[in-house]
C-alpha cells in the first residue's frame, strides 16, 4: 500500500480537529440558569437594596449606603479587584414642595420637582396657569405667558418624545417671561402619581421653578382652559443644589486566564430618584449585573478575557459617573471588548443591542454578523433579538470614543408606568424574571469573554 494512503485518514484527522466547532455553549447555559434560579440571589439583592436602603439620589446619604454594601457583595461572591472609584456629583435636594388650585376650583395637587430646579420664593408663587400642548403653542403664546406658570400638557407617545418637554420646559417658558413651569408627567398612565426627573436651564433666561403634575391634574387644567376658566395656582418648592458631594462607581472583576487586558463589561447604575425604592430604575439592572458575575464565579467558570462588574453612580441627573470612568481608563478603552448596560427595568430580557458610533456601514454589517454567532448559546432562554441599536446612558462616554456598546433591553410592559414615580417599588418585581435575567446576561457576557468576537 502507497505510505501516503495510510497517512491520509490521519491527516484528514487533523484537518477536520483544526477547524472544528467550539464546544456547544448551551450546556453552560443552562447549568448557570438552574443556578440562578435555585439561589434567586439577584431577588434576594434588590430586596435588601431597596427595602433596608431605599431611594439613592445623588449626594445622599442613602447613595453611600448602597456603594459601601455593592462592595460587600462582590467581595462575598469572591470577585476581586473590588472597589470603589471617586466621581464627584451634584448634590440636588428636593425640600418641602406642594402646589394648590385657587381657581376656579380649590384642590390640592401631587407635584415632583424636576431634578436641578431652582426652589420658589420664600412663602411661594401664586401666579395664573397658561395650558399649552407644544413648543409651538407657547411660541404662539409668545410674551402672553408673562408673569404667568406654564403647564405643557402634553400626551406620552414614547419617553424620547416627551422627555424633551420635562428638559427643556423650564428653559422655554422662561424665554417669554413665565415665572414657573409645570409639565405633564412624562408617562403613559397615573393614579395621581406624579414622575420627576433631570431637567436643565437655559443660561441666557432666568431660572424658573419647575414640577411635574400629574395626568389627571394636567388634563383636569387643560378642560378648565378650554371652557374659558381663570387658573390661578400656589406653588411652593423648597429645591436646591449644594455644593458637588463625593460618591464612586463601584468596581470588580473576574479575571481573565488567558487575555485578563481585554475586558467584557457588564453595568447598571446603583443611583436612582429620591422618590420610591429605585427598584427598577436602576435597582433591577444593578442586581442583574452582580448576580451574573456571581453566577460565573460560583460555578467555577473561567472566561479568557476579563469580566469587569461597574455599578455606576449619578446617571439621572448627570452623568458623572459614566464620564469620570471614561476619563480615568481612557488608556484602557481599546481594550474594551463591549460595555454592556442594563437599564430599562426588571422584566425578562428580549434583546440585546450593539452601539457603535465611529464604524463604517460595512464595519457595523460584519459586526452585526458577529454579534448574531452568540444566538447559539442564547437559544436556552427562548428568543433573544441580536441586533443594532442604542446602549446605554452611563455607557455612552466610552461609547463616544469608539469603545462598542451593548443595551439590554427588556420587555418593559409596564416599565414607564411607575418610571421616575413614588410607585417604583420592589412589590412589582417578579422574583423569576430576576433570576432569568441575571442567567441571559452570565451567558452572554461569558460567551463574549471566551471568544475572539472584537466588534471594532
Request: hydrophobic share 45%; aromatic share 6%; net charge neutral.
Given at each position: 500500500?502507497?505510505?501516503?494512503?495510510?497517512?491520509?485518514?490521519?491527516?484528514?484527522?487533523?484537518?477536520?480537529?483544526?477547524?472544528?466547532?467550539?464546544?456547544?455553549?448551551?450546556?453552560?447555559a443552562e447549568r448557570l440558569r438552574a443556578e440562578a434560579f435555585r439561589t434567586h440571589g439577584a431577588y434576594e439583592?434588590?430586596?435588601?437594596?431597596?427595602?433596608?436602603?431605599?431611594?439613592?439620589?445623588?449626594?445622599?446619604?442613602?447613595?453611600?449606603?448602597?456603594?459601601?454594601?455593592?462592595?460587600?457583595?462582590?467581595?462575598?461572591?469572591?470577585?476581586?479587584?473590588?472597589?470603589?472609584?471617586?466621581?464627584?456629583?451634584?448634590?440636588?435636594?428636593?425640600?418641602?414642595?406642594?402646589?394648590?388650585?385657587?381657581?376656579?376650583?380649590?384642590?390640592?395637587?401631587?407635584?415632583?420637582?424636576?431634578?436641578?430646579?431652582?426652589?420658589?420664593?420664600?412663602?411661594?408663587?401664586?401666579?395664573?396657569?397658561?395650558?399649552?400642548?407644544?413648543?409651538?403653542?407657547?411660541?404662539?403664546?409668545?410674551?402672553?405667558?408673562?408673569?404667568?406658570?406654564?403647564?405643557?400638557?402634553?400626551?406620552?407617545?414614547?419617553?424620547?418624545?416627551?422627555?424633551?418637554?420635562?428638559?427643556?420646559?423650564?428653559?422655554?417658558?422662561?424665554?417669554?417671561?413665565?415665572?414657573?413651569?409645570?409639565?405633564?408627567?412624562?408617562?403613559?398612565?397615573?393614579?395621581?402619581?406624579?414622575?420627576?426627573?433631570?431637567?436643565?436651564?437655559?443660561?441666557?433666561?432666568?431660572?424658573?421653578?419647575?414640577?411635574?403634575?400629574?395626568?389627571?391634574?394636567?388634563?383636569?387644567?387643560?378642560?378648565?382652559?378650554?371652557?374659558?376658566?381663570?387658573?390661578?395656582?400656589?406653588?411652593?418648592?423648597?429645591?436646591?443644589?449644594?455644593?458637588?458631594?463625593?460618591?464612586?462607581?463601584?468596581?470588580?472583576?473576574?479575571?481573565?486566564?488567558?487575555?485578563?487586558?481585554?475586558?467584557?463589561?457588564?453595568?447598571?447604575?446603583?443611583?436612582?430618584?429620591?422618590?420610591?425604592?429605585?427598584?427598577?430604575?436602576?435597582?433591577?439592572?444593578?442586581?442583574?449585573?452582580?448576580?451574573?458575575?456571581?453566577?460565573?464565579?460560583?460555578?467555577?467558570?473561567?472566561?479568557?478575557?476579563?469580566?469587569?462588574?461597574?455599578?455606576?453612580?449619578?446617571?439621572?441627573?448627570?452623568?458623572?459617573?459614566?464620564?469620570?470612568?471614561?476619563?480615568?481608563?481612557?488608556?484602557?478603552?481599546?481594550?474594551?471588548?463591549?460595555?454592556?448596560?442594563?437599564?430599562?427595568?426588571?422584566?425578562?430580557?428580549?434583546?440585546?443591542?450593539?452601539?457603535?458610533?465611529?464604524?463604517?456601514?460595512?464595519?457595523?454589517?460584519?459586526?452585526?454578523?458577529?454579534?448574531?454567532?452568540?444566538?447559539?448559546?442564547?437559544?436556552?432562554?427562548?428568543?433573544?433579538?441580536?441586533?443594532?441599536?442604542?446602549?446605554?446612558?452611563?455607557?455612552?462616554?466610552?461609547?463616544?470614543?469608539?469603545?462598542?456598546?451593548?443595551?439590554?433591553?427588556?420587555?418593559?410592559?409596564?416599565?414607564?408606568?411607575?418610571?421616575?414615580?413614588?410607585?417604583?417599588?420592589?412589590?412589582?418585581?417578579?422574583?423569576?424574571?430576576?433570576?432569568?435575567?441575571?442567567?441571559?446576561?452570565?451567558?452572554?457576557?461569558?460567551?463574549?469573554?471566551?471568544?475572539?468576537?472584537?466588534?471594532?
Amino acid at each position: 500500500m502507497n505510505p501516503f494512503r495510510r497517512l491520509l485518514p490521519c491527516l484528514i484527522a487533523v484537518q477536520l480537529g483544526a477547524q472544528a466547532p467550539p464546544a456547544d455553549p448551551r450546556p453552560v447555559a443552562e447549568r448557570l440558569r438552574a443556578e440562578a434560579f435555585r439561589t434567586h440571589g439577584a431577588y434576594e439583592d434588590l430586596a435588601w437594596l431597596c427595602d433596608r436602603i431605599g431611594p439613592r439620589l445623588s449626594g445622599s446619604p442613602q447613595l453611600d449606603q448602597a456603594i459601601a454594601w455593592a462592595q460587600s457583595r462582590l467581595k462575598a461572591a469572591g470577585l476581586v479587584n473590588v472597589r470603589a472609584e471617586p466621581v464627584m456629583v451634584p448634590h440636588w435636594v428636593r425640600g418641602h414642595e406642594s402646589a394648590e388650585l385657587l381657581l376656579p376650583t380649590p384642590t390640592r395637587l401631587n407635584i415632583l420637582g424636576l431634578g436641578g430646579s431652582v426652589g420658589t420664593p420664600e412663602g411661594g408663587l401664586t401666579a395664573d396657569v397658561a395650558v399649552v400642548g407644544s413648543f409651538d403653542e407657547l411660541d404662539q403664546l409668545g410674551e402672553a405667558v408673562k408673569g404667568k406658570i406654564v403647564l405643557f400638557d402634553v400626551p406620552f407617545k414614547g419617553y424620547g418624545h416627551t422627555v424633551v418637554y420635562r428638559h427643556d420646559g423650564a428653559a422655554r417658558a422662561a424665554k417669554y417671561g413665565a415665572v414657573g413651569a409645570l409639565v405633564r408627567s412624562v408617562g403613559p398612565v397615573s393614579l395621581d402619581t406624579p414622575h420627576t426627573g433631570a431637567m436643565d436651564y437655559d443660561p441666557a433666561f432666568p431660572k424658573i421653578p419647575t414640577a411635574a403634575v400629574t395626568l389627571e391634574a394636567s388634563t383636569q387644567m387643560r378642560r378648565m382652559q378650554q371652557r374659558g376658566e381663570r387658573i390661578q395656582m400656589r406653588l411652593v418648592m423648597g429645591a436646591k443644589t449644594l455644593p458637588d458631594a463625593l460618591s464612586a462607581n463601584v468596581v470588580a472583576e473576574i479575571p481573565g486566564t488567558e487575555k485578563p487586558d481585554e475586558v467584557v463589561i457588564l453595568s447598571g447604575h446603583l443611583d436612582s430618584w429620591d422618590v420610591g425604592q429605585g427598584a427598577q430604575d436602576d435597582g433591577a439592572g444593578t442586581v442583574i449585573a452582580m448576580e451574573a458575575a456571581r453566577l460565573i464565579q460560583r460555578l467555577g467558570l473561567k472566561p479568557r478575557r476579563t469580566i469587569r462588574v461597574v455599578l455606576w453612580t449619578n446617571e439621572e441627573n448627570g452623568l458623572r459617573g459614566g464620564k469620570a470612568y471614561r476619563d480615568a481608563h481612557r488608556a484602557e478603552l481599546k481594550d474594551i471588548v463591549a460595555a454592556v448596560e442594563t437599564d430599562s427595568g426588571s422584566e425578562r430580557i428580549k434583546a440585546f443591542s450593539l452601539e457603535l458610533r465611529k464604524a463604517t456601514p460595512e464595519a457595523k454589517a460584519a459586526a452585526l454578523a458577529t454579534l448574531k454567532s452568540f444566538e447559539r448559546a442564547l437559544a436556552p432562554f427562548g428568543p433573544v433579538d441580536l441586533r443594532l441599536g442604542g446602549s446605554g446612558a452611563d455607557v455612552s462616554p466610552m461609547v463616544a470614543e469608539g469603545v462598542p456598546g451593548i443595551g439590554v433591553s427588556h420587555a418593559a410592559t409596564r416599565y414607564f408606568d411607575i418610571h421616575h414615580t413614588h410607585a417604583d417599588t420592589f412589590d412589582k418585581v417578579e422574583k423569576d424574571d430576576l433570576a432569568h435575567n441575571a442567567a441571559v446576561l452570565a451567558t452572554f457576557a461569558l460567551a463574549l469573554a471566551q471568544s475572539e468576537a472584537r466588534f471594532r
